[in-house]
């Protein structure tokens, strides 16, 4: 078998982007807020206001960017991911299961692709993944086929 390629669809990433955007450009509105209050001699409210406004946005923002960047890979050898958690390399025949994670977030739900492992530890696939209608991926379902399939072809251990 030749590599597949997981990314995220064009409007997965764009939404990712504006959603980045906004959220950067609220911190910079935040951080300009906070450095008037200490030009002013109000540190106490300029860290207060930082902390509750700009630091939030910003760790989303850096979140929201990295995300755009994960990929998964899947071939004869096994898996490998790379994300915002760090890079994974799993072989087939170490996968206990291949499975659909329903969750909720803020507008709708999430699906995600989790896997287990022989060793009983677990982790998220950062793609593929589907969210509502704005960040659907319509071959989400057969992308977790193709996973699983590849999975029993090169020595998975049993039906899901």
Not at 41 to 66: F, I, Y
Not at 126 to 138: L, V
Request: glycine share 12%.
């Amino acid at each position: 078998m030749n590599e597949t390629v997981f990314r995220y669809r064009a409007r997965q990433r764009s939404v990712m982007w504006a959603f980045a955007l906004l959220l950067g450009v609220w911190a910079g509105w935040a951080a300009e807020r906070a450095w008037k209050l200490l030009a002013d001699h109000q540190t106490g409210a300029a860290v207060g206001l930082w902390l509750s406004l700009g630091l939030a946005p910003t760790v989303a923002c850096v979140v929201m960017v990295g995300m755009t960047m994960g990929v998964t890979r899947i071939d004869a050898e096994g898996l490998r991911t790379r994300g915002m958690t760090g890079r994974r390399r799993v072989a087939w025949k170490d996968i206990e299961s291949i499975h659909e994670l329903a969750g909720r977030g803020r507008n709708g739900s999430i699906t995600q692709i989790g896997v287990t492992r022989t060793d009983g530890t677990s982790f998220l696939l950062p793609i593929p993944f589907t969210s509502g209608k704005i960040a659907e991926d319509p071959d989400f379902h057969e992308k977790l086929q193709l996973m699983r399939w590849e999975w029993k072809k090169h020595g998975g251990r049993g039906g899901e």
